[in-house]
């Protein structure tokens, strides 16, 4: 009896949700046992302890998405495999992406800080089990599980922000947390390179265990005193099951087609294929499950759709640029590869203080899509202009690379805190972690697009995380191609997926977000 009481509980809490979209915050909570009531709100101190951590936390998934690429020849000649070394970088990407949705949801049911630790000792342990393989099968096997902890880290980061202030100012603290982002964009690289230049490589993956263990202890004792509005779950298994079977399928044909096998090789047709029998049958275990992986009233909510497609168009374009705008400026215009590195560092500082507008939109304006129309606009006028003209100045495709990424950086607070005030408290977990999975899935499409183009073009293409540049020149030098013409495609591309970002943010609804009784927005 207590169980129908309070799923009715649950029930009518789903019910009060105003056509604006906002929760009646002041009963949602009157029907919840004594012990689920939300705590006295959090002292600014007790915000900027955990914030510190969350940032920390953010820095080291970050990072180790940048700081091994440089390692890697070094990592080939010191355990003899060269063949299989791009899978240093696969295995964390494979396993982060289908880990994402599996911590949101997790969260919801046991809470943030359980899961918070959770993913920071898997992250820990998986770089302490990578410093000390002794062969590429085991390193391998440890990113895996380094990539099983860091994948929960991101989503965690934007949860635990979300449960710590109002949506109004939620976007200042996500375009802070850019910050973390930044550091690691621009100190990866040349971090992994000092390493494995003076030290032992596996001082790239030692740096973490220390670096982990403070995150955890700073945010430990700090999220005990997190507001907790989850609700009694059921994990769906076999449906978290076919989704991340789905998914490693889809992302094994997106990586390596064209790389490692050709794109209309049996491999890729039976990966696509696959792919696609396990989503349909996700898609009838979301319909039969009692309680299904990923809720429906989730999927279907029409913010989190055209928000996820506006973040995942955003971050497509952002993720395509920084894997081949390297490649461009060593062919076209005759970069080394380190000044290539130098040459991109504008496209990842720049997308902060876009971050930071709309945060700022988000405390001050009722219109905070704003910020987005004015950061896309100037986008698609900078990819234009590379597509109008390709062996433009060097200077002028540097700024206009650095306009890209200021543009892109308005997207992500905006779509992210839309999503999470458009879901029931409960579901933000939820809603996050599928945000970042789809996010992740869509930027992985639009990488193995530009692939394909840059693949068709010079008739080789370099593999994630691997040098090739050298490769693809002397191929395009040999052929007499003109390098400057098969990019110009590949920024077609990129227009094309900011445009459909700039369609999404136009659709995205604009609801109103709440917020501290101090801060009023004014009518613009």
Not at 206 to 227: D, K
Not at 230 to 236: G, I, K, Y
Not at 421 to 431: C, I, K
Request: positive net charge; proline residues 6%; contains cysteine.
């Amino acid at each position: 009896m207590s169980s129908q009481s309070n799923r009715a509980s649950a029930s009518a809490v789903e019910a009060r949700i105003s056509p604006a979209g906002e929760i009646a915050e002041a009963t949602a909570f009157a029907d919840e046992p004594a012990e689920r009531k939300p705590l006295s709100p959090l002292t600014k101190a007790e915000i900027r302890l955990i914030f510190y951590g969350l940032m920390l936390g953010g820095f080291l998934s970050a990072i180790n998405q940048t700081i091994v690429a440089t390692a890697l020849p070094t990592i080939g000649r010191d355990l003899g495999d060269f063949s299989n070394l791009s899978w240093v970088i696969l295995a964390y990407l494979l396993s982060s992406t289908v880990a994402a949705p599996l911590y949101g949801k997790l969260s919801d049911i046991h809470g943030r800080r359980a899961m918070m630790l959770t993913a920071l000792g898997l992250f820990v342990a998986g770089s302490a089990a990578s410093a000390m393989a002794p062969n590429m099968a085991m390193l391998i096997a440890a990113r895996t599980l380094q990539g099983v902890g860091g994948g929960g880290i991101t989503p965690l980061v934007q949860i635990t922000i979300a449960d710590m202030v109002t949506p109004r100012e939620r976007g200042h603290y996500q375009a802070y947390m850019g910050i973390a982002w930044v550091a690691a964009g621009v100190l990866g690289p040349a971090l992994g390179g000092a390493i494995a230049d003076h030290l032992h490589w596996s001082a790239i993956f030692w740096v973490n265990v220390p670096l982990g263990l403070i995150a955890a202890l700073l945010t430990s004792r700090a999220m005990q005193r997190l507001p907790r509005h989850e609700r009694p779950h059921r994990l769906d298994i076999p449906g978290a099951a076919l989704m991340t079977a789905a998914a490693t399928a889809l992302l094994l044909a997106l990586t390596s087609g064209g790389t490692r096998v050709p794109w209309l090789s049996p491999t890729i047709f039976g990966l696509v294929g696959a792919a696609i029998l396990l989503t349909l049958a996700f898609g009838v275990r979301l319909k039969r499950a009692p309680e299904p992986f990923l809720p429906l009233t989730v999927l279907t909510n029409p913010v989190m759709r055209v928000g996820t497609m506006a973040t995942a168009c955003g971050l497509g374009v952002m993720t395509g640029l920084m894997i081949y705008l390297p490649l461009y400026y060593q062919v076209v215009h005759a970069l080394s590869a380190t000044d290539a590195g130098l040459a991109l560092i504008p496209v990842v500082i720049f997308t902060t203080p876009g971050s930071m507008l709309s945060g700022r939109a988000m405390m001050y304006l009722r219109h905070y899509k704003l910020s987005p129309y004015l950061g896309l606009g100037l986008t698609i006028a900078a990819i234009a202009a590379l597509v109008w003209d390709p062996t433009m100045p060097l200077a002028g495709a540097i700024v206009a690379a650095g306009i890209i990424g200021f543009g892109v950086g308005t997207v992500f607070p905006i779509a992210t805190v839309s999503i999470q005030n458009s879901v029931l408290r409960h579901e933000v977990g939820t809603a996050t972690g599928a945000m970042n999975f789809f996010r992740a899935l869509a930027s992985a499409l639009v990488v193995a697009v530009m692939g394909a183009i840059v693949l068709a073009g010079f008739g080789v293409t370099p593999e994630r995380g691997g040098s090739g540049a050298d490769l693809v020149a002397a191929t395009a030098a040999a052929a007499g191609i003109d390098a400057a013409q098969v990019f110009r495609w590949v920024f077609v591309a990129a227009l094309v997926v900011s445009l459909m970002a700039l369609f999404a943010i136009i659709r995205l609804e604009e609801r109103p977000l709440r917020g501290p009784a101090t801060v009023t927005p004014p009518a613009g």
